[in-house]
């Protein structure tokens, strides 16, 4: 079996300015970047002392878990769904 060369994140570590919107862009990518940009967030909302950003992460972790599920599956509409969600997290 032959290794496959396509990087599902080669997007994001070939491209000095993060993801553009055009052609090259689908849903797959813009969903991987928001769910990346997301459990950056989780960890900072796991620094907060004394517990205070534990609701936070955990209804993050969910959103993320229930993406990546969406990913797996393939399942384009909830893709997009997760999608929205993900991108209106701070």
Do not use: W
């Amino acid at each position: 079996m032959t290794p496959s060369t396509n990087d599902p994140l080669d997007f994001l570590n070939n491209n000095p300015h993060g993801i553009q919107s055009g052609s090259q862009t689908d849903l797959v990518q813009l969903l991987l970047y928001e769910i990346i940009r997301v459990k950056d967030l989780i960890v900072y909302y796991d620094s907060i002392p004394n517990g205070g950003g534990q609701l936070g992460s955990s209804i993050l972790n969910e959103l993320v878990s229930e993406a990546y599920s969406s990913l797996v599956n393939y399942d384009t509409i909830l893709m997009k769904k997760y999608y929205d969600l993900l991108l209106n997290c701070d």
